[in-house]
Structure formats: structure tokens, C-alpha cells
């Protein structure tokens, strides 16, 4: 009887019992369930050459944001200031390769608009959360008002400097800019390389021929389309959006940064209990401003890949997003309290939550709106699960 | 018994607006000895230890370390002067595992502040075998501990860091008897070290007699007595621990109710 101790209460679990508690396993099962249902209810289309490109794209734009929004949500904060970010920094970006550097210091390459805009949006990040951290207000509502600021700022620009809401028509930078290619280009391209050079052994002695009906063209058309050829019987997709890169960059070093480093504890601690983090001596506010800025980079990567990919930006940019971001987040396993939550499963909320709002072009008979009313049912799933878990940490306070 | 003192506080006033917390505080603090602070609830105990730990700037006064005279603008400044807080909160983040609680704030790192996160699960399980508690798993989120454990853990820490003032904010008020005992038996040991000192706030007047070898009363924000174990032979602690109000008719008070 006294020989027992305290080690001895707790149960040795195995690989599989320890996987099915972890905390992203909603936000993954949730996400297995959408990408069978959209191959399922499209044919299979959503994840053709094209299809693979077109979703990934999406997540890959989500999930930059999302990750911003989760750290600042790890430590306690909520950024509502995300979309009119984005709407912003393109504004700047855009206004710049179009009429040039301010003070009439020149053209602007892509890299110098993009540099000077992140010096915007970067000072914008830190006021936000200076205010935050001095005033102790809720991030809620210094954010909203940010929203509002922002928003109005990005309209006033536009209407000022281009006598017009939106930017169009800018040449294509892709070509001259290494810089513009990385972010508004394509990348990965031996991923669809090797996906043709496989496809042409499954392809061989196929070809379109003046005697088929149409239903065997669009038979075979549909067939070659998992093959990465198009009609021509040439390779059809050459690459990922850039953005997928951006993604990987972010997500990867959020994940890093959380799961190994010294500054991924203090993250935790700052949304856990601010004091006692404050009495150990973690710079609770410097982490929380730091964090503001992060997000602010996020959305200003968000719009630099949306501008130089399609030559054009307008003040309705970025909208929703901040909120979109925040329930990625949520789906994700991120606690609304702080404190708690993993980067891995924010990715997991990203493909589910990207895959969802492309669901529309892969399966036509289905109603846009739908993605929303899905949103929002597993929106408030998420919180409950999330509940459940952070009660059973806590010992069930 | 009565060596040198390590830390002193003189002539402390702290005020919260227009509200005093402490008024022309004094204390003394040797290595080696258990220092009582005792007092009413609302006293000022909490607030004097903030102050010592940094948390809290003094209104007016001085507190000298080592004979210098210092000024802790942060628990980080405190932290580096040697002083190590227990709180009654146990500043402990109940969603962070033991081993990230441990070093909370003073993670250990190598370049680009990336954890070396074996060798501080290795150090966590072993300084808190130390001082009593066994963990297996030291990546347990501490919310699941009991009380008694998360004391452990605080002051397992706090020694670690290198504390040579250990300041325990009632650490016996919301355990159970064995849990108590464990936490005086650690307390005792820590001062047998000699090297460290202890502040010691609590409410049982019993604990206190036990281990304390020094005293130090608050009633509302003010010293009403202080001296050692010896100079307070005659006087009635549980009086001063009370403000100095009478508590010898509770008894007939509580039986006329
Ligand atoms: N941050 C603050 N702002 C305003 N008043 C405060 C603050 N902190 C403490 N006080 C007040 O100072 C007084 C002393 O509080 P303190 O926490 O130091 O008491 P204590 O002696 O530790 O009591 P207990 O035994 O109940 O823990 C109380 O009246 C409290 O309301
Ligand atoms: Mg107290």
C-alpha cells in the first residue's frame, strides 16, 4: 500500500489511444468527411488536375489567415481586422505599380510596393496592439474599430489617388519580377509535371476522333482530366497557385514556433493566465503586440499573392475573411478563452473550410449559400467539442 | 539564529488609489530562517509580497537586498535579485503541461530559442521527486493536479531558479492534513539548507508555531508586532494574528448563536 505512487495512477496509453485524444482529431475527422463527400458528389472532379489546383489555391489563401488569426487566438486576443487589412494593403500595392512610389520617387517594382505596404500594415498591426495591451480594452472591439478605420482609409485612397474603387488592368508582372512570380506565380510545377508523365502511360493510344458522339468526347475528356492532358492531349495544369508555398512557409514556422520554441511557450502562457505568465516573467505584451503584427503580415501576404496574381485589386477586398479566419480557428481546435491549441489542426479547418467554399463550382447543382449555413452548423460544433476537451484539461471547471 | 539579513524593507507604503494597502511597512529577512507574516484577511500580506516580488511598485519607501538599496521594476528584476514567489494563485497555467509550468519564463534553449525539451521534462521529473511528487508524465496538463501537487511544483520551481528568498503565499490553506504536512516537511528542508530564506504567510496559527522562527503581524496595511519565536513567548499570537482583536470568548460567542 505505500509503495504506491503517484505514477502508478496514471494508465500507459498507446499510439492509438493517445492519437484519438488529441485535440485535432474533430477537426480532422470533420475534414475526412468533406473530402470524401466533394469527391463523391462530384464525380471526382474536385480533384482532377484542375480541381486539385483550384482547392488548394483556396485553402492555401484561408490558411495564411488563419494562422495569424490562431496564434493571436492562442494568446488571447481576437483580430476582427484581418479582411480590411487585406482590402488595404492591396489598395497600396496596387495604387503603387499603377501610379508609382509616393512622393514621386519613381515606378515601383513589385518587391519595393510590397516592402513599403508591409511597413504600412506592419506599423497598423503594432498600433493595434499597443492600444490592446495599454488600454486593456477587449481586442474585440479596438479591432472593430480598426475594421471600420481601415476600411473607410482603403476607400478614401482609391477614391483620391485613382479616382476609382478598384485597380485593374496593371501589366503582368509575372514575367519581368522573380519576386511578383513567387507570389502571384506558380509553384510545385514537378508535382503536375510527373502527374502528366504518368498520365501519358495511361493515355496511350487515346485521341479524339471525328466519329465520336458527345457524350464519348465528354467521356474522354473527363477521363484525360484525372490524367493531367488536356483536349489537345498536351499537359494541361503546370503548377500550384504560389500561394501554396506562402502557406507551407507560415504554417510550418506557426507550427515550429508553438510546438519547440521558448516563444511558442510564452504564446501559450500569455492566453492561458495572463498574470501568472506576467509573474514568471514572460513578456506578456510584447508577445500580444508581436502577435498583432503577425497577423497583420499574414493578410498582407493574403493580398500581395491575390494582387499579383491577378493584376488588379478593389476596395471590397478581403471580406468576410476575418471572420472566415477566426472560425478556421475555431474548427481547427483553437479555445475562444486562449491558452490552448494546435497549428496542425487549424490546417485541418483550412482544407475542410477551402474545399466547402469551392464545393459550388465541382457541383453545380448545389446552392453557393449552402457553404455558409455549413459554416455555421460546424462553427457551433466546434465550440462544443472544444469545450469538452478544455473541461477535461482543467479537471472539469 | 538571528544572522545576517539577506533582505530588508523599510518604512513601505503602498496605495491603490485612494485606497492603503500598506502603511510604513518593516521587515527582515535572514537566510536560513522562516519568516511568519501573519494577519487578518485583507491585511495586506499578498500586497507586501507583491511588492517583494516585483509585481507591485512601492508608493514610497525602500527595499535593500544584500545591504543595496534596489528597485524591482518587474517580477523579471525580482527573479534575478533571488527572490523566488510562490502565489496563492501559484501563478500555474492549468492548460500548459508540468514541464512547461517548470520553466515557465525561463525556458532552457539553444540557438533561436528552440526548446531542449528532453533535458527540461528530465529536470521537472526530477526536482519534483525531490521534494515529494512522482510524475511519470510530465507532459500532463496541470489542470488534472491537486492542490497539494501544484504547491509541490511551485516551490519545486522556484528553488530551482535559484530562489535564495522563497516567498509561500499560504500554501497550506487549501490542502488536505497529509498534503500539509508534506508541504511544512518541505518547507523545513528548504531551510535546513540555510542558504535560503522563508517567507511563510498563513492563517493556522498551529503551522506558523511549527516552523516559524520569526514573526511579523499586518492588521489592515500596518506592523502591530514582530520578533522572534523567543521575544513573543508571552505575547498571545492568535490575538495578533487576529489584528489585535479579542478572541478569547469566541467560544461563548459562537455557543450563544
Ligand atoms: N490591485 C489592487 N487594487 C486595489 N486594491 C487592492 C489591490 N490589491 C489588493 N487590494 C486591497 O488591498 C488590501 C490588502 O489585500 P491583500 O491581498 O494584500 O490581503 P491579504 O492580507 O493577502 O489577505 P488574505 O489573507 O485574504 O489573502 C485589500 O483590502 C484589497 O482589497
Ligand atoms: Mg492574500
Redesign the pocket.
Known amino acids: 500500500m505505500t509503495d504506491r505512487s503517484e505514477s502508478d495512477r496514471l494508465q500507459k496509453e498507446n499510439w492509438f489511444q493517445r492519437t484519438v485524444r488529441r485535440p485535432e482529431i474533430g477537426a480532422f475527422i470533420v475534414m475526412m468527411i468533406i473530402i470524401v463527400a466533394l469527391a463523391m458528389a462530384s464525380g471526382g472532379k474536385a480533384f482532377n488536375a484542375l480541381g486539385l489546383k483550384n482547392n488548394v489555391a483556396i485553402i492555401a489563401q484561408l490558411g495564411i489567415i488563419a494562422t495569424g488569426a490562431a496564434l493571436l487566438m492562442i494568446a488571447g486576443e481576437f483580430d476582427l481586422s484581418i479582411g480590411p487589412m487585406i482590402a488595404f494593403a492591396g489598395m497600396s500595392i496596387a495604387i503603387m505599380l499603377k501610379w508609382g512610389l509616393p512622393f514621386g520617387l519613381g515606378e515601383a517594382t513589385p518587391f519595393l510596393a510590397f516592402l513599403i505596404t508591409l511597413l504600412m500594415t506592419l506599423a497598423f498591426g503594432w498600433l493595434i496592439g499597443t492600444i490592446v495591451v495599454k488600454s486593456g480594452l477587449s481586442s474585440f472591439i479596438v479591432t472593430l474599430a480598426f475594421w471600420f478605420f481601415l476600411r473607410g482609409l482603403t476607400e478614401v485612397c482609391f477614391r483620391l489617388i485613382n479616382q476609382n474603387t478598384n485597380v485593374s488592368g496593371l501589366p503582368d508582372f509575372k514575367k519581368e519580377s522573380w519576386f511578383a512570380e513567387q507570389m502571384g506565380g506558380e509553384v510545385f510545377g514537378w508535382f503536375f509535371d510527373a502527374w502528366y508523365w504518368v498520365g501519358t502511360k495511361f493515355s496511350a493510344g487515346l485521341e479524339f476522333t471525328a466519329d465520336m458522339t458527345k457524350s464519348e468526347k465528354i467521356e474522354l475528356i473527363n477521363y484525360l482530366s484525372f490524367l493531367n492532358i488536356n483536349r489537345k492531349m498536351e499537359q494541361w495544369v503546370t503548377g500550384f497557385d504560389a500561394r501554396l508555398l506562402w502557406f507551407i512557409i507560415i504554417a510550418g514556422a506557426a507550427w515550429y514556433v508553438l510546438a519547440r520554441t521558448q516563444l511558442g511557450s510564452w504564446i501559450y502562457a500569455t492566453g492561458d493566465n495572463k498574470e501568472s505568465a506576467r509573474a514568471n516573467g514572460v513578456p506578456v505584451n510584447r508577445v500580444k503586440v508581436g502577435l498583432f503584427m503577425f497577423s497583420a503580415f499574414c493578410a498582407t501576404i493574403f493580398a500581395t499573392c491575390q494582387v499579383l496574381d491577378t493584376n488588379s485589386s478593389d476596395a471590397a477586398k478581403g471580406m468576410f475573411k476575418e471572420l472566415e479566419a477566426i472560425a478556421i480557428a475555431v474548427v481547427g481546435g483553437i479555445l475562444m478563452t486562449g491558452g490552448f491549441g494546435t497549428i496542425v489542426g487549424v490546417v485541418f479547418g483550412a482544407i475542410t473550410f477551402g474545399l466547402v467554399a469551392n464545393a459550388v463550382f465541382f457541383i453545380p447543382w448545389i446552392d453557393g449559400a449552402w457553404f455558409r449555413v455549413f459554416v455555421g452548423t460546424v462553427l457551433l460544433l466546434a465550440v462544443f467539442a472544444n469545450e469538452r476537451i478544455r473541461k477535461r484539461i482543467t479537471g472539469g471547471i | 539564529m538571528a544572522s545576517k539579513s539577506y533582505m530588508r524593507v523599510e518604512n513601505v507604503v503602498k496605495k ?1 488609489g485612494p ?1 492603503t ?1 500598506l502603511d510604513d511597512v518593516d521587515l527582515d529577512i535572514a537566510p536560513g530562517e522562516v519568516h511568519a507574516l501573519l ?10 509580497i507583491k511588492i517583494l516580488s516585483g509585481v507591485h511598485q512601492p508608493t514610497s519607501g525602500s527595499i535593500y537586498v544584500d545591504d543595496k538599496k534596489i528597485f524591482f521594476r518587474n517580477p523579471r528584476d525580482a527573479a534575478a535579485a533571488g527572490i523566488g514567489t510562490v502565489y ?1 494563485d501559484l501563478a500555474i497555467n492549468q492548460l500548459m503541461s508540468v514541464t512547461r509550468n517548470f520553466f515557465m519564463g525561463r525556458e532552457l534553449t539553444s540557438t533561436f530559442g528552440v526548446l531542449r525539451m528532453d533535458e527540461m521534462d528530465k529536470i521537472a521529473h526530477e526536482e519534483m521527486k525531490k521534494i515529494g511528487i512522482d510524475f511519470s508524465d510530465p507532459s500532463q496538463a496541470v489542470g488534472t493536479m491537486s492542490g497539494g501537487q501544484r504547491q509541490t511544483l511551485a516551490i519545486a520551481r522556484a528553488i530551482y531558479f535559484g530562489a535564495k528568498v522563497l516567498i509561500l503565499d ?1 500554501p497550506t490553506s487549501a490542502l488536505g492534513q497529509k498534503q500539509q504536512m508534506e508541504v511544512l516537511k518541505t518547507i523545513k528542508r528548504v531551510r535546513a539548507r540555510g542558504d535560503i530564506a522563508i517567507i511563510f504567510i498563513t ?1 493556522n496559527e498551529i503551522h506558523s508555531k511549527l516552523i516559524a522562527d520569526r514573526y511579523t503581524f ?1 492588521a489592515l496595511g500596518k506592523v502591530i508586532g514582530a520578533g522572534t519565536k523567543k521575544e513573543l513567548a508571552g505575547e498571545d499570537i492568535r490575538r495578533l494574528m487576529a489584528g489585535g482583536a479579542e478572541m478569547a470568548d469566541l467560544e461563548q460567542e459562537l455557543s450563544a448563536i
Request: aromatic residues 12%; proline residues 0%; negative net charge.
Open positions: 491603490f485606497f494597502a494577519g487578518d484577511n485583507g491585511a495586506g500580506k499578498s500586497t507586501l496563492q499560504e492563517h499586518l
